[in-house]
């Protein structure tokens, strides 16, 4: 029988995923990618010699890697070195506001007893419960299945899970929610941030984006080389499976005939034909348009102001004075809300930002180099990426995060201009996202069933990535790739192998 033959549009992690699992079943799979790298926003750039992740550096959720790789006759722990971090994060607010969460519930509770008070700790342990709870009722009938719209997810999780359903508040704030178990706001704005890791605002996110937390609290790795490593031994995998991965190749059209799909064409004219094709870009790019009108998805525009976050990035090489930077630090602003409203509302960067470190170069709980090391340092901004910031707008974010830093006392010494990364960056490097990094916001209830599932209304065209279902992160846009290699082999089953008068006048690269 003839390879069924696939086209990847993308090489990010929900991109590779599918095209290791389908290269792992025996398809002939193409992963055309229109950078010069593979991992999409899982990247790393040169600075002062030196490379420093751009993108994710939490990793969590590792046993959709460890299934991934299981799959396709591999074991995640021989490709990647990972090491658990007992400091999932230190957190401060002043100088002398300074809190750590660890790996270890009781450990952590101890520490939010010293910090807030014994009230507080017994809130957070109900808290973290909760979050269990949310996790356990939606990993099944959600995380690891199809998109459900509600009724079906009612249907899956059962007449004993309705209760469960219910009992997460999937129509409170996550905000309003967070004041069931802590009455210090900074505690709040502490497990309230874990919406951002969906690109979402506290004051607006569902309850449910509790379920982060769990995420977090069950566990955070760091992985030898950054998360861009992970996102390069999938590829290796992917390829010693048999894939093949194009770099340089951006895909300008997504061609069909009769109905069906029937290849891409690159943006140089090329065509290759394919039974199949899995989008692994941003959807909007498909709502927008620039994969061809054979796929445009009107449900797929998504409204500026329906976008998740974006963020301004600096890379940098510095020497830190006067914080004791773990691997994962966080400066909270001194009014979250103030902060959101600048941006969601405003559209503009936030005076006072929340800023995220991460010192590359150290352990988790911060041991590491005495001199200049690698830091990321990230700001919260507006995905208005068809707008450009000033260079004074950007210097001014710089300078409102050294003065946060400096707040709680950490003063950093660059030993080389930075490389940052604007809204307009991310959205010249992800098409159709406008540089929100998340898809669509997960505001209100039903954002979280507006993202698209994996099957689309083309016979043979199929959505992956942190845009679709079940949503963005490393982890879960792995987890798009696999449901997308599921449907799609479900669905080629039963379809007799298409080899068009299709891709008429086109080459076909084989
Ligand atoms: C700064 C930052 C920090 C983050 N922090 C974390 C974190 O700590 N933990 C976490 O889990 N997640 C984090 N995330 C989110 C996480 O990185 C993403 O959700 C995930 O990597 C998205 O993967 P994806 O499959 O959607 O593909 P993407 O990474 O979006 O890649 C899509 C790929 O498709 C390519 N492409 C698009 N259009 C075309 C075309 N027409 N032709 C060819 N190629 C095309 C692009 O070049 C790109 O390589 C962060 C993201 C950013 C940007």
């Known amino acids: ?55 994710p550096t939490v990793f969590t959720m590792r046993w959709v890697f460890e299934e991934l790789f ?33 790996a270890d519930i009781d450990a952590s509770a101890a520490a939010v007893s010293a910090f807030a008070g014994p009230r507080e700790a017994d809130g957070y342990r109900r808290f973290c419960a909760r979050a269990a709870e949310v996790y356990r009722t939606l990993e099944g009938p959600f995380i690891r299945s199809d998109r459900p719209n509600p009724v079906e997810l009612g249907k899956r999780v059962g007449l004993t899970g309705i209760g469960d359903l219910w009992r997460i508040q999937p129509f409170a704030t996550l905000w309003s929610a967070l004041g069931d178990y802590f009455s210090d706001p900074r505690l709040r704005q502490l497990f309230g941030r874990y919406a951002t ?5 506290p004051f607006a996110a569902p309850a449910t984006l509790m379920l982060v937390a769990h995420v977090e609290q069950a566990g955070i790795w760091t992985v030898e080389g950054g998360l861009s490593r992970l996102a390069r031994a999938v590829a290796d995998l992917a390829e010693r499976r048999g894939a093949r991965i ?33 989008a692994g870009g941003d959807v909007a790019a498909l709502g927008a348009g620039l994969l061809g009108p054979d796929a445009a998805r009107e449900g797929d525009r998504v409204p500026a102001r329906e976008r998740s976050l ?46 995220y470190v991460c010192a590359q170069d150290r352990d988790d709980a911060g041991a590491g180099p005495d001199g200049s090391e690698r830091l990321l340092v990230l700001v919260n901004a507006p995905a208005d990426g068809e707008r450009r910031f000033t260079p004074q707008e950007i210097a001014a974010c710089e300078t409102s995060w050294t003065k946060r830093l400096a707040a709680c006392g950490l003063k950093l010494e660059p030993a080389s201009p930075a490389a940052v990364t604007t809204p307009e960056g991310f ?53 798009s790739g696999r449901l997308a290699a599921a449907a799609l082999i479900v669905d080629l089953a039963s379809t007799p192998t298409w080899r068009g008068a299709a891709m008429s006048g086109g080459t076909s690269m084989r």
């Open 427 to 479: 959205g010249a490097l992800f098409p159709g996202t406008g540089g929100a990094l998340y898809g669509r916001a997960s505001h209100g209830w039903t954002a979280t069933f507006k993202r698209p599932g994996a099957r689309t209304r083309v016979p043979g065209l199929y959505l992956a990535g942190g845009s679709v279902h079940p949503g963005p992160g490393v982890p879960m846009a792995a987890q």
């Open 70 to 102: 299981a799959e396709a006759g591999a074991s995640l722990e021989s490709e990647v070195r990972l090491r658990a971090a007992s400091v999932l994060a230190r957190h401060a607010w002043t100088a002398n506001e300074r809190l750590d969460l660890f």
């Open 1 to 55: 029988m003839t390879e069924k033959r696939v086209i990847v549009v993308g090489a990010g992690i929900g991109g590779l995923s599918a095209a290791l699992t389908l290269a792992a079943r025996g398809f002939d799979v193409t992963v055309l990618e229109r950078a010069a790298s593979v991992g999409g926003k899982m990247r790393a750039l040169p600075v002062g010699g030196a490379a420093i992740e751009a993108g």
């Open 197 to 201: 890791y969906c690109g979402a605002s």
């Open 246 to 278: 194009r770099t340089g190749a951006h895909v300008a059209r997504i061609v069909t005939e009769r109905g069906r799909i029937a290849g891409v064409q690159l943006a140089d004219g090329e065509r290759i034909a394919a039974d199949a094709v899995i």
């Open 310 to 355: 974006s963020a301004v990035t600096f890379c940098l090489n510095a020497r830190a004075r006067g914080f004791p930077l773990a691997h994962h630090s966080v400066f909270f602003s001194s009014d979250y809300r103030a902060e959101f409203d600048a941006i969601l509302r405003g559209r503009r960067l936030p005076p006072d930002p929340t800023v």
